[in-house]
């Protein structure tokens, strides 16, 4: 195996490892499952939106976009509005119980973030951000996907 080879199963696991302990650590406490909180922050950064962007936007079957919007519907954390630019299907934008608990839940999860990486440096804090926003960048671009980001550092 070239090193190259390595390097790459080696980033491999690690990211099944992350994937695997940000999972666990999105259960203790937090209000939203993980397609809740998906949907909502995608709606957070642009909306109102459509099913069929929604399901565009995570490659899903709109049928499954529509189950799980289904789902935030029955608890008051989206809702169904006129398009804005009068088209004749309605769309999807969060309610301000869906951010609240959208918001709950992500200082619960910069606080877990928080707690590993206190005794870090700044410069080991920064390099983490920059490599891990090179990364999902490279990932977009090679799917033609860009997700819409906030812009804000804190």
């Known amino acids: ?32 499952d993980r397609s809740a909180y998906l949907l909502l922050g995608r709606l957070e950064l642009e909306h109102p939106l459509s099913l069929k962007q929604l399901a565009e936007a995570f490659r899903l079957d709109i049928s499954t976009i529509n189950r799980q919007i289904g789902a935030l519907l029955k608890r008051g ?3 169904r509005v006129p398009d804005p630019d009068g088209g004749m299907a309605r769309k999807v934008e969060a309610t301000a119980l869906g951010l609240e608990q959208l918001h709950a839940d992500r ?48």
């Open 1 to 32: 195996m070239s090193e190259r080879d390595e390097v790459a199963a080696a980033v491999e696991n690690e990211l099944t490892l992350l994937s695997r302990y940000h999972a666990h650590a999105q259960r203790a406490g937090f209000q939203l």
């Open 77 to 79: 954390l989206v809702e």
């Open 107 to 154: 200082a619960l999860g910069r606080k877990g973030v928080e707690r590993i990486i206190a005794e870090w440096s700044d410069h080991d804090r920064g390099e983490l951000r920059r490599l891990l926003t090179k990364f999902n960048g490279e990932i977009e671009k090679y799917d033609g996907n860009s997700w819409p980001r906030t812009g804000r550092t804190s």
